[in-house]
């Protein structure tokens, strides 16, 4: 992938990042680990009540970032909810019979299942019986799916796994251990609960002027996130091997279990997390995706207080805050853009540059940027709903 290619690529991972936290708020980190989880080709696990958006939140991320229609007889999307009562055939597709009955042997019907597709999503994962679980852990590790015992590559990015309990039962630990990367997702906090609710019914009146479904257009294709994931062998981890080392031994030593094969995993996604910025040499800014290599969703304080170091501000990069007029300028600026916006890209452009606005506003210690906040926001809701008219 070629410097300027690189750059278009992150850009187009940016406007997916614009659409989807201006669509669901406070799930930011989800979003951002969405992304970089599709670059390392990593799995991601959800896990946290029902009702916080997880399923809706991927579903959509899969219509912006792979193609519209599906090549090779490849399935861009599955996704499907698991209980005990769950038949292999509802994942890997039934027992092709008139090949059976012809003599060729025992083979599945594949055709838009599991084994197809390139981002699935398996809701209560963990309470899939044994059967489906053991074609998982291949499908997962190998990318390979045991067709009548003959094994068969597929095209599997990545999949994201939801439950709304962390497993404790020794039997899925291996299981457990494909997905590096875990986030708890919760009711959103009630000081933002009137931006859920604006966001909320936004989205219920697109599903009715599209009758019952939200359509996205991709903004980025599963071959451009293939060509992110070759370009992953460019990065640069020799400047922070030693403190990778050393990170992975201080969250051994605080008693949260990682696996050799995730702690290589996890090598990978601070690759993948440079990568997602745009850069081919890894920093200590690029550690915030070991927040989430928890098992248990109190040990998340334990990470933070190991990471502190290499996350302050000198290492992200981050100067002071920019000075009130320059973010009241630029508030203007969009506030103009936002009256040409003539395409989807247009829109996730907008979008995009909006709410990165919007994360700054929020962190201003400057009293004045609260009502260039309040502008702000009032934009882009007042934006969406006349695109959505």
């Given at each position: 992938m070629r410097p300027q290619e690189l750059i278009d690529a992150v850009s187009d991972l940016n406007d997916i990042a614009g659409v989807l936290n201006n669509?669901?708020?406070?799930?930011?980190?989800?979003?951002?680990?969405?992304?970089?989880?599709?670059?390392?080709?990593?799995?991601?696990?959800?896990?946290?009540?029902?009702?916080?958006?997880?399923?809706?939140?991927?579903?959509?991320?899969a219509q912006l970032s792979t193609a519209v229609e599906p090549e090779d007889g490849t399935t861009p999307y599955f996704e499907y909810l698991l209980t005990r009562f769950t038949e292999p055939n509802e994942l890997f597709g039934p027992v092709d019979i008139r090949t059976f009955q012809e003599g060729g042997g025992?083979?599945?019907?594949?055709?838009?299942?599991?084994?197809?597709?390139?981002?699935?999503?398996?809701?209560?994962?963990?309470?899939?019986?044994?059967?489906?679980?053991?074609a998982l852990l291949t499908i997962l590790n190998e990318r390979l799916f045991?067709?009548?015992?003959?094994?068969?590559?597929?095209?599997?990015?990545?999949?994201?796994?939801?439950?709304?309990?962390?497993?404790?039962?020794?039997?899925?630990?291996?299981?457990?251990?494909?997905?590096?990367?875990?986030?708890?997702?919760?009711?959103?906090?009630?000081?933002?609960f009137d931006e859920l609710l604006q966001c909320g019914w936004r989205q219920e009146r697109r599903k009715i002027r599209d009758g019952g479904r939200n359509r996205l257009g991709n903004l980025t294709d599963s071959r451009t996130l293939r060509r992110l994931n070759a370009a992953l062998k460019r990065v640069d981890l020799s400047p922070i091997r030693r403190a990778f080392t050393e990170v992975i031994r201080r969250i051994r030593a605080e008693g949260i279990e990682i696996s050799d094969r995730r702690a290589i995993k996890m090598f990978k996604l601070v690759a993948a997390a440079a990568l997602r910025r745009g850069s081919l040499e890894a920093g200590p800014s690029d550690f915030h995706i070991l927040r989430h290599c928890w098992n248990r969703r109190d040990q998340a304080i334990h990470l933070e207080a190991i990471l502190e170091t290499y996350l302050e501000d000198k290492a992200t990069g981050r100067g002071p805050g920019r000075q009130f007029e320059t973010l009241e300028a630029e508030c203007k600026t969009l506030e103009e853009q936002s009256r040409q916006l003539d395409t989807d890209i247009d829109l996730a452009d907008f979008l995009h540059q909006a709410e990165r606005l919007r994360r700054e506003l929020a962190?201003?210690?400057?009293?004045?940027?609260?009502?260039?906040?309040?502008?702000?926001?009032?934009?882009?809701?007042?934006?969406?709903?006349?695109?959505?008219?």
């Amino acid at each position: 992938m070629r410097p300027q290619e690189l750059i278009d690529a992150v850009s187009d991972l940016n406007d997916i990042a614009g659409v989807l936290n201006n669509s669901f708020v406070a799930r930011e980190e989800v979003v951002e680990m969405l992304l970089i989880g599709a670059i390392a080709q990593e799995h991601l696990l959800l896990a946290g009540p029902p009702g916080t958006g997880k399923s809706e939140l991927v579903k959509q991320f899969a219509q912006l970032s792979t193609a519209v229609e599906p090549e090779d007889g490849t399935t861009p999307y599955f996704e499907y909810l698991l209980t005990r009562f769950t038949e292999p055939n509802e994942l890997f597709g039934p027992v092709d019979i008139r090949t059976f009955q012809e003599g060729g042997g025992y083979r599945r019907l594949i055709k838009g299942l599991l084994p197809t597709a390139e981002l699935a999503f398996l809701d209560e994962i963990f309470k899939a019986n044994s059967a489906i679980l053991n074609a998982l852990l291949t499908i997962l590790n190998e990318r390979l799916f045991y067709n009548g015992g003959r094994p068969e590559s597929i095209p599997l990015l990545f999949l994201v796994g939801a439950t709304n309990e962390v497993p404790e039962d020794p039997e899925l630990a291996a299981l457990y251990d494909r997905f590096p990367i875990r986030l708890w997702t919760d009711n959103v906090d009630e000081s933002r609960f009137d931006e859920l609710l604006q966001c909320g019914w936004r989205q219920e009146r697109r599903k009715i002027r599209d009758g019952g479904r939200n359509r996205l257009g991709n903004l980025t294709d599963s071959r451009t996130l293939r060509r992110l994931n070759a370009a992953l062998k460019r990065v640069d981890l020799s400047p922070i091997r030693r403190a990778f080392t050393e990170v992975i031994r201080r969250i051994r030593a605080e008693g949260i279990e990682i696996s050799d094969r995730r702690a290589i995993k996890m090598f990978k996604l601070v690759a993948a997390a440079a990568l997602r910025r745009g850069s081919l040499e890894a920093g200590p800014s690029d550690f915030h995706i070991l927040r989430h290599c928890w098992n248990r969703r109190d040990q998340a304080i334990h990470l933070e207080a190991i990471l502190e170091t290499y996350l302050e501000d000198k290492a992200t990069g981050r100067g002071p805050g920019r000075q009130f007029e320059t973010l009241e300028a630029e508030c203007k600026t969009l506030e103009e853009q936002s009256r040409q916006l003539d395409t989807d890209i247009d829109l996730a452009d907008f979008l995009h540059q909006a709410e990165r606005l919007r994360r700054e506003l929020a962190e201003s210690t400057d009293p004045r940027t609260l009502s260039i906040r309040e502008r702000l926001e009032g934009l882009i809701d007042t934006t969406l709903e006349q695109l959505s008219d």
